[in-house]
């Protein structure tokens, strides 16, 4: 279930979350045994089996939540970067542990919770024993938005979620029941192409973005803050050179002095950037990169407002 982007709404029938800025993580455990599934679907148990604790709550719960790496107390999407996209070995996860952060649950001992409302799931989430689990959290739950989303501002986080209490949970669609109101722009793009460095044609300089439209893939501009630490590299090094392709998959013409020098590729990578809003042509204002999503689906990369 994901939220829909708007205005921070207000009244009793509404619940308030913080938005943390790391991966959405399903965590099914079944006759003991946990599987953990990024919002694509992929299997990411090894990334983090420091959440092995999840197995402590009980034999048979299915569990929505975010895994989040805190520095100084807020989340870093930069640091969770590196452990979204390989396997550790739980010793060397334990010495910087992620934190799973859950909101939700939509099964327990057997029992489909998905048409419950928001109000029954989360009184059968607090029921939970969770004390003691080093990596797993409930996320809290405040009545006051507006002064959630003041706090979350003051410390420089993401935001805030607004859920209906009456709310039932639609696995896989975007629903007004769930409100995500942010204090920065975010977007997810598909990689289009890539221009190299000037001084070192081996690293990627920029990457030329698409977003999806009625017309197909719309080249949304190109980013280069961001790109150049190793892991970034690296990452994007492999993600790219696995989907090259000879000419640019744009619905639209890439203007010349973005196409100058590219390396094109099948739109196959979703990642996503911070901006400064839309220019009247469509392009992104000033965007920063954060890091590639490999939790989300190209039909993700859709525009937003």
């Known amino acids: 279930m994901l939220a829909t982007p708007g205005l921070l709404p207000n009244g009793g029938e509404w619940l308030y979350e913080v938005k943390w800025d790391g991966m959405r993580l399903l965590a099914d455990v079944v006759d003991g045994v946990l599987t953990l599934r990024s919002r694509s679907g992929r299997d990411v148990t090894t990334h983090f089996p420091e959440l092995a604790d999840v197995l402590r709550l009980a034999p048979d719960v299915l569990l929505d939540g975010e895994v989040v790496l805190l520095e100084d107390g807020v989340p870093s999407f930069s640091a969770l970067a590196e452990r979204m996209h390989r396997s550790v070995e739980e010793r060397?996860?334990?010495?910087?542990?992620?934190?799973?952060?859950?909101?939700?649950?939509?099964?327990?001992?057997?029992?489909?919770?998905?048409?419950?409302?928001?109000?029954?799931?989360?009184?059968?989430?607090?029921?939970?024993?969770?004390?003691?689990?080093?990596?797993?959290?409930?996320?809290?739950?405040?009545?006051?938005?507006?002064?959630?989303?003041?706090?979350?501002?003051?410390?420089?986080?993401?935001?805030?979620?607004?859920?209906?209490?009456?709310?039932?949970?639609?696995?896989?669609?975007?629903?007004?029941?769930?409100?995500?109101t942010t204090h920065r722009r975010t977007q997810a793009c598909l990689v289009g192409g890539w221009r190299p460095e000037r001084t070192s044609p081996s690293r990627i300089g920029a990457l030329l973005l698409g977003v999806l439209s009625r017309d197909g893939l719309t080249f949304a501009g190109r980013v280069g803050s961001g790109l150049a630490g190793d892991t970034v590299q690296r990452v994007l090094g492999e993600r790219l050179a696995a989907v090259a392709a000879p000419s640019p998959p744009f619905a639209d013409v890439v203007p010349r002095p973005d196409a100058l020098g590219a390396r094109w590729c099948e739109p196959a990578v979703v990642v996503e950037v911070d901006h400064l809003g839309w220019t009247a042509a469509g392009k992104l204002r000033h965007p920063v990169f954060r890091g590639v999503r490999d939790d989300l689906e190209p039909a993700d990369a859709v525009r937003e407002p």
């Open 92 to 180: 060397t996860a334990r010495l910087r542990p992620v934190t799973f952060m859950v909101f939700d649950v939509l099964r327990l001992y057997g029992v489909d919770l998905l048409a419950r409302p928001f109000h029954e799931r989360r009184a059968t989430l607090e029921r939970l024993d969770t004390a003691g689990l080093t990596t797993v959290s409930l996320s809290p739950v405040y009545t006051d938005g507006p002064a959630l989303l003041a706090a979350t501002a003051a410390r420089g986080m993401e935001g805030v979620v607004a859920k209906r209490r009456d709310g039932i949970y639609r696995p896989g669609r975007r629903t007004t029941s769930w409100v995500k």
